[in-house]
């Protein structure tokens, strides 16, 4: 494992949920990395092979073969090539708002993910998942797909469990 890899996302409790941030600053322009998250014959080479209908009342659809895991959700907010957010959900399941905003710079575009889960959930998994399909999606836009990076997962998973440890407060221990 490598553990040189660092982190550019944050992970918190909120209250009642959890409140992950990952951002990136990307060498190619808005419109490039809007695809890579909208189009059909994107989404496989980084996350799973899946439909976006690229517009405010749109459908979502992402299949995970391998697990039998599925996204079925409606496209919440979207501002082509800026804003897409949607729950990262499906059915009755609990609503997970997940945003990306991208926004242009001179380097190309600067990625911000956010992610809030409820308080009952892995957030340390989730955030290192995500942290590895962003590894993922930066591989896919230079044109070298890469398959999931399990020892970038892991690795941060160690760290954002650490981030998490660091930011909770102490528990109190019972005393009598």
């Known amino acids: 494992m490598n553990d040189e890899i660092t982190s550019a996302g944050s992970i918190e409790r909120t209250g009642d949920a959890f409140?992950?941030?990952?951002?990136?600053?990307?060498?190619?322009?808005?419109?490039?990395?809007?695809?890579?998250?909208?189009?059909?014959?994107?989404?496989?080479?980084?996350l799973a092979p899946g439909s976006v209908e690229a517009q405010?009342?749109?459908?979502?659809?992402?299949?995970?073969?391998?697990?039998?895991?599925?996204?079925?959700?409606?496209?919440?907010?979207?501002?082509?090539?800026?804003l897409l957010e949607y729950s990262w959900s499906s059915g009755d399941e609990p609503q997970r708002p997940l945003r990306w905003e991208l926004e242009p710079i001179a380097a190309g575009t600067h990625l911000v993910l956010g992610l809030r889960l409820p308080a009952d959930e892995d957030a340390v998994k989730s955030a290192a998942g995500w942290d590895a399909h962003l590894e993922m999606l930066l591989a896919a836009l230079e044109g070298v797909p890469i398959r999931f990076p399990v020892d970038h997962f892991l690795a941060l998973r160690r760290r954002y469990a650490e981030q998490l440890a660091a930011r909770s407060p102490p528990q109190r221990q019972a005393t009598g």
């Open 19 to 46: 409140a992950i941030r990952l951002e990136r600053i990307i060498e190619h322009e808005p419109g490039a990395v809007w695809r890579m998250l909208t189009a059909s014959d994107a989404l496989p080479q980084w």
């Open 56 to 82: 405010t009342g749109g459908a979502i659809r992402v299949d995970f073969p391998e697990s039998g895991a599925s996204i079925d959700a409606t496209v919440r907010a979207c501002e082509p090539p800026r």
